[in-house]
């Protein structure tokens, strides 16, 4: 017997992804991957696979499925609002960072995320799903990854792995860094900005903007002044990387980034802060704050003591 | 030469190799991706996650929970990598393009730039013998060079949302083509309808740096009728 979600509904932006695709950006192929790593490792932390298994990434809303099969366990992360619809039509309000049980024919419903932008939602054994030069993680602009390297769409089966072993229900403590100030180091082409741009950068608010997606966040705020050259040669890009283009407003490079770009990058965004800024809706007011590398490293530490 | 290793954020560096944007600084570009690439693959260096070669630069990717910048700077700084073997690549790929209206966005901008026609402009690119310096951007896609100096112009001051898939952009003197659809800041001057990137072959992308690629001029229909092998 086959065992699957049936999609409903697809949601606004869902893809499988894991912790990424690697070693190969210099062909032009980014690394992808989840984009909140911690919610991501919670949601397979708390149905106990390994945490790199990969699991369905939603956005904003997210799916309605339908079960199919055995018994299952499963959870959502990271801040959900969610409903487990039984076969009987009865509804229980779902809560997110808690696993829980479904059965054959209920229905999950997730309905949106919670001042926050990305979820997560794994089952015990993983989905059954394809992977693509190393990784399950999905690449939608260049289709690349398991379900054809694209978003579900309505009708889609999700395939699992049967699982006879019965397991603990787990919960895990959790909330979002509601924090607005992104930690970040000087950029490779920092001094290519005036002095006064330089200090506004820290010192102004930035507005994360609707034109905000996997590649990028584009930010909206005081204009950043370069005094050197509007272009540079192109050259290779690392998450996280902050790039002005010529009019001035700067964005954020993020997961699913071109891997070379010919824009000046004023800073870069450290590593421990990164999920923080991804979860943030359009419309937040976050500011930027400059560390050097020995704090990005020592922030880092903390950071992992969270997985 | 190496000049110089800088920290990109606490997850990169880049080393850098000059100013100078010429077929010479690539190579030495690439003597050291081969080189870092090898060093992952035989287990000398551990952590490493990407290696991105440019023209003037490779950027290098890790996991900080596995190395800091430091090591890898030292491990770098400590090699004797030019003794690394680069063979030259003697590969010439015909790629067909339609300069149509359809597809030549950003002609008139050039020609008031240039101020040269139509004609002149398509002549001087069909003309070219490009080098491919590296593959980025988006996956499979070349940036190649270098293109008649009458023909240089900056990248738009607000990247487009969305160029189409085959799209011929010029900036400077590089050339490239789109090999999705994808946001960009190029000036586009046509469209091919080869396909240079496939995920599910072998050989992923039909270009590799080093490669040497010729323009051909196709007319609409032969545009409509092109099948990808």
């Known amino acids: ?307 | 030469m190496l000049k110089k290793i800088s920290n990109i954020g606490d997850c990169g560096i880049t080393c850098d190799f000059g100013d100078e944007v010429n077929k010479n600084t690539n190579k030495e570009v690439i003597k050291l991706f081969n080189f870092i690439q090898e060093s992952v693959k035989s287990r000398k260096i551990k952590g490493i996650l990407n290696y991105t070669p440019s023209y003037n630069k490779l950027i290098i990717n890790f996991e900080l929970g596995q190395i800091k910048s430091k090591d890898i700077i030292e491990f770098i700084k400590s090699s004797d990598y030019s003794k690394v073997n680069l063979p030259e690549s003697t590969k010439i790929v015909e790629i067909p393009i339609c300069y149509d209206e359809e597809f030549a966005l950003d002609i008139k901008r050039l020609e008031e730039k240039t101020k040269l026609n139509f004609k002149e402009i398509v002549s001087k690119h069909l003309e070219t013998n490009f080098f491919v310096y590296m593959i980025g951007f988006v996956p499979g896609q070349p940036f190649l060079g270098d293109l008649s100096e009458s023909l240089f112009h900056d990248r738009l001051d607000t990247p487009r949302i969305r160029i189409n898939k085959g799209s011929v952009g010029i900036v400077e003197k590089f050339c490239t083509i789109y090999t999705f659809e994808s946001p960009g800041g190029w000036n586009i001057i046509g469209r091919t309808p080869f396909e240079l990137f496939n995920i599910n072959k072998t050989n992923t992308s039909i270009l590799s740096p080093g490669d040497t690629v010729k323009f051909k001029s196709i007319s609409k229909k032969e545009f409509t009728l092109f099948k990808n092998e």
């Open chain 1, 1 to 307: 017997m086959n065992n699957y979600f049936k999609v409903l509904r697809p949601g606004i932006n869902s893809t499988f992804q894991d912790l990424g695709r690697f070693g190969l950006q210099h062909l032009g192929i980014v690394a992808s991957g989840c984009m909140d790593q911690l919610s991501f490792c919670n949601s397979n932390k708390l149905v106990d696979n390994k945490i790199s298994e990969g699991a369905l990434e939603f956005a904003y809303q997210g799916p309605l499925l339908e079960m199919n099969g055995a018994n299952a366990l499963v959870a959502i992360s990271g801040k959900v609002n969610f409903n487990l619809i039984k076969k009987n039509g009865e509804i229980i309000k779902g809560k997110s960072n808690e696993s829980f049980q479904i059965s054959n024919g209920d229905k999950i419903d997730i309905l949106s995320t919670i001042n926050s932008v990305y979820g997560y939602f794994s089952i015990f054994g993983g989905f059954k799903i394809e992977e693509v030069k190393g990784s399950v993680s999905t690449l939608v602009k260049a289709k690349i990854g398991p379900n054809n390297g694209n978003k579900l769409k309505i009708d889609d089966k999700i395939f699992f792995r049967k699982s006879n072993q019965t397991n603990k229900l787990k919960k895990i403590e959790f909330d979002f860094d509601k924090d607005n100030v992104i930690r970040v180091m000087k950029g490779l082409q920092f001094h290519y900005f005036s002095k006064n741009s330089q200090d506004d950068f820290f010192s102004k608010e930035y507005k994360v903007t609707k034109l905000t997606d996997r590649m990028g966040m584009r930010l909206d705020g005081v204009k950043l002044e370069n005094t050197v050259n509007k272009n540079i040669k192109s050259e290779g890009i690392t998450k996280g990387s902050i790039q002005v283009p010529g009019d001035g407003q700067p964005i954020i490079l993020l997961s699913d980034h071109p891997t070379i770009g010919g824009y000046p990058k004023i800073a870069n965004v450290i590593s421990a802060d990164y999920d923080k800024l991804v979860q943030k809706t359009p419309g937040t007011i976050i500011k930027f704050k400059l560390v050097n590398l020995a704090v990005a490293e020592n922030a880092f530490q903390d950071y992992v003591r969270k997985f």
